[in-house]
C-alpha cells in the first residue's frame, strides 16, 4: 500500500482559493470580489475541486493504510462521504460521456475524466480488504460490487482516452496527459477484474451471474486491444497484453514488437516456486500466483493478493506530482 500521508489536513491552515476570472480583478484591487458561483467555468475552478476530491481521497488513504482494526459499518460510512464528496462536483466538471463534451476544450475534459478516474481508484482503494469477488450474496456484497464497478469504469476510460487521442481525435493534442502514471490506474483496474475472472472460474454456484463474468471478460479484451496497440513502445502495456492473454484463454493474438526486447515478468522475492503453477509458464515467462480459492482466510492469499494489487497509496503521490505538472503547463499557456 506505500507509505502514509506526509502532510494531513489539519496541519494546514490554508482556505480554498477564490473562484474568479483574471477581469475580476486589477492592480488597483484592495479586496477581492467574492467568489463566482461555481455553475461557470473558471481557470481556477478544476484546482479547487481536484482539492476537495483529495481532501476526501486522502482520508480513504489514511484509513486503509491504518493497521488498527475496524467494522465494516465504517468502511460504508467512508463509502458515503467519499460519494457526497464526488456528488458535490460542478456539473460544468462533471464527466457524463464524450458525447455530453462536444462544446468542451479538450482541456476541460481531461480535467472531467481525471476527477472521476480519481474517485473510482479511491473506491478500490478503500473497498479493497472485502473484495474476494465471490460472486454470491454475501455480507460484503456492497464492497464487491463498488471494487467490480470502479475497475469496469476505469478500464472504460482506458477505452475511451486511447480512441480519443488518436491522430484526428478531439484529445489528440492532449495525449501527453495520459502518462506511464495514470496508466497504472489502468493496470491495478486490470489486476482486479483478471482476479475477479479467475475467481468466478472456481465457482461451483447456480446462482453465478455469467451476465457478470460476460461483462468482465468483454472489458478486458478491449483493455487487452489498448495494451497490445501500445506494446511496442512500452514494456509495462506489452507486460499487460500478455497477462491478459493467459486470462483470456491465450486466443487474444495481437503484433509483437520487432525492435523491443522487453524482460520477462519478474516474480515477488517473497515466494518460492511452490507458489507459482508450473504449467502456466508461457514463451514470455510469465508466472501467476496461486490463490488458494477454498480458503480465503489462507495466508497465501493476503501476501499474493497484495502483491498482486499496485501500491496504490505510493502512486497516488507519483500522480500528484504528475497533475502538479500538468498545472504548471496549463497555467504558462
Request: one cysteine or more.
Amino acid at each position: 500500500m506505500g507509505l502514509p500521508r506526509l502532510i494531513k489536513k489539519w496541519q494546514t491552515d490554508v482556505g480554498e482559493p477564490l473562484s474568479l476570472q483574471d477581469s475580476d480583478f486589477d492592480r488597483a484591487t484592495t479586496c477581492m470580489p467574492a467568489s463566482r458561483p461555481e455553475t461557470g467555468l473558471t481557470p481556477i475552478l478544476y484546482r479547487i475541486v481536484k482539492a476537495r476530491m483529495m481532501t476526501a481521497i486522502g482520508h480513504v488513504w489514511d484509513f486503509a493504510a491504518d493497521t488498527r482494526s475496524y467494522d465494516y459499518t465504517q468502511v460504508i460510512e467512508m463509502d458515503k462521504e467519499l460519494q457526497k464528496t464526488y456528488m458535490s462536483i460542478p456539473d460544468c466538471l462533471k464527466w457524463r460521456s464524450m458525447n455530453h463534451c462536444i462544446t468542451d476544450s479538450p482541456q476541460v475534459i481531461i480535467q472531467k475524466i481525471h476527477l472521476d478516474i480519481m474517485f473510482q481508484k479511491a473506491k478500490i482503494v478503500l473497498h479493497r480488504r472485502y473484495m474476494n469477488f465471490s460472486l454470491t450474496k454475501t455480507e460484503y456484497d456492497q464492497s464487491q460490487k463498488s471494487g467490480l464497478d470502479a475497475a469496469l469504469k476505469l478500464l472504460e476510460y482506458q477505452s475511451i482516452l486511447h480512441e480519443e487521442t488518436q491522430p484526428g481525435c478531439q484529445l489528440y493534442h492532449e495525449r501527453w496527459r495520459v502518462t506511464s502514471i495514470v496508466n497504472h490506474d489502468f493496470l491495478l483496474a486490470t489486476s482486479i477484474l483478471c482476479f475477479s475472472l479467475k475467481k468466478s472460474s472456481h465457482e461451483n454456484c447456480e446462482e453465478l451471474e455469467t451476465s457478470v463474468v460476460e461483462t468482465v471478460q468483454a472489458s478486458l479484451k478491449r483493455s487487452h486491444r489498448v495494451w497490445a496497440n501500445l506494446s511496442n513502445s512500452s514494456k509495462e502495456a506489452q507486460k499487460a497484453a500478455d497477462a491478459l492473454t493467459v486470462v483470456l484463454g491465450g486466443h487474444q493474438a495481437y503484433p509483437k514488437a520487432e525492435t523491443y526486447a522487453f524482460e520477462q515478468i519478474k516474480t515477488s522475492p517473497s515466494y518460492t516456486a511452490d507458489h507459482y503453477q508450473q504449467d502456466t509458464v508461457t514463451s514470455f515467462g510469465i508466472r501467476f500466483p496461486i490463490f488458494n480459492f477454498d480458503d480465503w482466510s489462507s495466508p497465501m492469499n493476503e501476501d499474493v493478493f497484495e502483491d498482486f494489487l499496485a501500491p496504490i497509496t505510493a502512486m497516488n503521490e507519483e500522480w500528484q506530482g504528475d497533475e502538479a505538472l500538468m498545472d504548471t503547463r496549463d497555467q504558462t499557456n
